[in-house]
């Protein structure tokens, strides 16, 4: 059994900065791909940032140049530093990694919720 679990959501006022980790447990061999989607109310869910194993990132437009998405492999952990944080930016803040345990199969966390303030 692997789960993500997600943390770091919160009220933040609009400029301000929030991290959110994700830390994946159970079974794993190996995780590839991990990154961040969110999902505005009424709208679609959106990838955020994405990073794989060796590093290599990609970002939505829209958080270019104010969120960084890192992760720690030795600790099965995925951050996404959020500064210069929109009120557009408000939404539930979910985590996904690629991880091969008995089999591949792509998990998500239960969701963490970002709230920006104008």
């Known amino acids: 059994q692997v789960q993500l679990v997600e943390s770091g959501g919160g009220l933040v006022q609009a400029g301000g900065s929030l991290r959110l980790s994700c830390a994946a447990s159970?079974?794993?061999?190996?995780?590839?791909?991990m990154g961040w989607y969110r999902q505005a109310p009424g709208k679609q869910r959106e990838l955020v940032a994405s990073?794989?194993?060796?590093?290599?990132?990609n970002y939505a437009d829209s958080v270019k140049g104010r969120f960084t998405i890192s992760r720690d492999n030795a600790k099965n952990t995925v951050f996404l530093q959020m500064n210069s944080l929109k009120p557009e930016d408000t939404a539930v803040y979910y985590c996904?990694?690629?991880?091969?345990?008995?089999?591949?199969?792509?998990?998500w966390g239960q969701g963490t919720r970002v709230t920006v303030s104008s």
């Open positions: 996904t990694a690629d991880i091969q345990s008995l089999s591949m199969h792509s998990y």
């Open positions: 159970g079974s794993i061999r190996r995780i590839f791909g």
């Open positions: 990073i794989i194993s060796a590093g290599i990132t």
